[in-house]
């Protein structure tokens, strides 16, 4: 790996983002190894995983890298909590960046390293654009990329050195592999599921829609501890969402058995959340073109309590709900949904309808079918089974 473009530079000190995983660690070392003077900084909060901190602490005493440990559980409790809408990462990343950028404007540093591999094509496609964006002579390896659409600047003394940007992460483990080293891994789901990813504190496994608050961050630890543990015994990775309980496991298929591991922890899972059977069948359909006109409260409630009428559905729990252009219209029972979404930025209406065997509502898919002829006035629509 060539580095002379820090080796050659005004200031060549480098600070290096270390989570503990694999890609920040083979970053340190090469740069280590390439004769750059490098300090790591690693950031904890109380309710993370201790595993990426003991990766950290034992690679720089083994390649005597200098390491900055800063615990911001402070500034990460009183940044993220009353979040909903599930992982907060993005928001805990401005945080920590914001820490960070006391130790960029320090002047001790010339350089910040950030372990990006090849396979971060969101990363990747984000620093092109802020390349092309703002015309600057610049590599993928050696930018001034840094978070631009968090407001993030780095100061005008400092650059950013990717080392891992050109590698797969296949010869990212090769170079670690070559190196002797093996990183202990925490056999979460992490963020992506099925794609490539990168392991995380638990906090991201937050049920979508719940407040984040101490007890929950508490309640994730724990039970994130937990499986984790089922998943490294088991040599595949897991993870539960809370306060759901709901569990993933990749590969899947031991979701059962990691049920049966927490519970002897003395841990509480609901197995409805986990259950896989699916009781309710459902219509969709979809309206290629809305006329303009109803866009108007009044009619669009009318068609929406029509419809209801017509599928005989005589319950009063509806919620309409409305951002800007797009409306949102729902019911539901005990055996019967229906939710109707128009978005008249685009003039498309969306309607899925819900019922169970139990259900006494209308649910014949002809029926369903001739309503959106009825209501819509259009014949731009399509109807399916889900």
Not at 22 to 45: E, P, Q, R, W
Not at 286 to 298: A, K, R, V, W
Request: with cysteine.
């Amino acid at each position: 790996m060539n580095f002379d473009n820090i080796l050659n530079s005004i200031n060549p000190n480098v600070i290096a983002m270390l989570s503990g995983g694999k890609d920040s660690i083979a970053s340190v070392v090469m740069l280590k190894k390439a004769g750059i003077s490098v300090t790591a900084i690693h950031f904890i909060h109380k309710w993370g995983s201790e595993i990426p901190t003991n990766e950290a602490k034992r690679i720089c005493k083994q390649f005597d890298i200098p390491l900055i440990i800063y615990d911001f559980t402070k500034e990460f409790s009183e940044t993220v909590s009353g979040y909903q809408a599930g992982r907060p990462c993005l928001i805990c990343k401005k945080t920590m960046y914001s820490i960070l950028l006391d130790y960029l404007s320090s002047k001790k540093y010339g350089w910040l390293c950030i372990g990006d591999n090849g396979n971060d094509r969101t990363t990747i496609a984000r620093i092109k654009d802020y390349i092309s964006n703002n015309k600057l002579n610049e590599s993928l390896k050696f930018n001034t990329y840094w978070g631009s659409e968090m407001g993030m600047v780095l100061p005008a003394s400092i650059s950013v050195v990717r080392p891992l940007i050109d590698l797969s992460i296949n010869e990212v483990e090769s170079f670690l592999s070559q190196e002797g080293i093996k990183v202990k891994r925490i056999n979460s789901t992490g963020d992506k599921y099925f794609e490539y990813h990168r392991e995380g504190c638990p906090i991201q496994f937050a049920d979508i829609g719940v407040e984040l608050d101490e007890t929950l961050f508490s309640d994730l630890k724990i039970y994130n501890d937990a499986i984790t543990d089922f998943a490294r015994k088991n040599n595949i990775l897991a993870s539960i969402h809370m306060p759901s309980t709901f569990i993933i496991t990749i590969p899947t298929g031991y979701e059962t058995k990691a049920i049966k591991s927490l519970q002897e922890k003395g841990l509480h899972v609901n197995k409805l959340a986990n259950s896989s059977s699916v009781d309710f069948q459902s219509y969709h359909s979809h309206i290629y073109e809305l006329n303009s006109g109803l866009n108007n409260s009044i009619v669009y409630e009318k068609i929406f309590n029509r419809l209801k009428e017509r599928l005989e559905l005589f319950g009063q729990c509806n919620h309409i709900y409305q951002n800007d252009n797009q409306i949102s219209c729902s019911y539901k029972d005990q055996n019967n949904q229906l939710k109707v979404y128009f978005d008249f930025d685009s003039l498309t209406a969306d309607i899925v309808y819900s019922f169970s065997d139990n259900s006494t509502a209308r649910i014949e898919i002809e029926l369903f079918d001739n309503l959106m002829l009825e209501l819509f006035r259009t014949r731009k629509y399509k109807v399916s089974k889900l």
